[in-house]
């Protein structure tokens, strides 16, 4: 059976991955390290050269259970790793915004993309126009915060999260009429589900393509 080591940021992502790919026939063996996340809170958030330390020592430790391949759902630990770092493993490595790139930069009109961990936005922005660039795309991309969210699902208040999430979103819809809307984080995918389902408006996020794609590459059978 095909093994596949995640790396987290936060626990609560581990149920999304085994929902994702309950149907299928594939073992995931769940890694996770807040240390991060909650770093980047303090009066001293790590530097990006500390923060790919940490990556790469992950990643070293995630090869151990010798997996077919890695899934980094963590935005800040994926902003951190770089070509060298994929080109050095024997195994594909997939993040969760790679091809979430793919959707967003091909969407033709306004987007709105809301963003929940301000310590994200700069790292994953930087690699989204670089991706877009690469392909001759300009995508329309309006960027958005829910202000002190994050500190909510840090401190494990998931329904005070769930809650701050949706009213960013209402107030996109009713202020983005004609945009697209998008979450850049996996965190928002339960909301975003919940979102349109109660309102119809299809929200894109990163969780579906990052699961087709690995799917696709790893032909991963039904049960």
């Not at 979430?100 to 700069?122: H, I, M, R, Y």
């Not at 769930?162 to 965190?187: F, G, K």
């Amino acid at each position: 059976m095909t093994r596949i080591a995640c790396l987290h940021g936060h626990h609560s992502n581990i149920p999304l991955l085994d929902d994702a790919f309950s149907p299928r026939n594939v073992e995931l063996v769940h890694f996770v390290d807040p240390g991060l996340l909650m770093q980047n809170g303090g009066t001293r958030p790590p530097t990006q050269e500390q923060a790919h330390e940490k990556l790469r020592s992950q990643l070293s430790w995630m090869q151990a259970c010798l997996p077919d391949a890695i899934v980094i759902t963590c935005t800040q630990y994926a902003a951190s790793l770089t070509a060298e770092d994929e080109a050095s493993m024997n195994i594909p490595v997939f993040t969760i915004d790679g091809p979430f790139f793919d959707e967003v930069t091909k969407c033709t009109g306004p987007q709105a993309l809301l963003f929940s961990n301000p310590a994200t936005v700069t790292p994953t922005m930087n690699r989204l126009w670089k991706h877009a660039s690469a392909r001759g795309l300009a995508p329309q991309i309006e960027i958005h915060l829910a202000d002190g969210a994050f500190d909510f699902i840090m401190a494990n208040k998931q329904q005070a999260y769930h809650d701050a999430i949706w009213d960013a979103l209402q107030t996109l819809c009713d202020n983005h009429l004609s945009a697209s809307l998008a979450v850049a984080q996996l965190s928002m995918v339960p909301v975003a589900h919940h979102f349109t389902r109660e309102s119809g408006i299809p929200i894109i996020h990163p969780l579906q393509s990052l699961t087709e794609r690995i799917v696709q590459t790893l032909q991963l059978s039904h049960k």
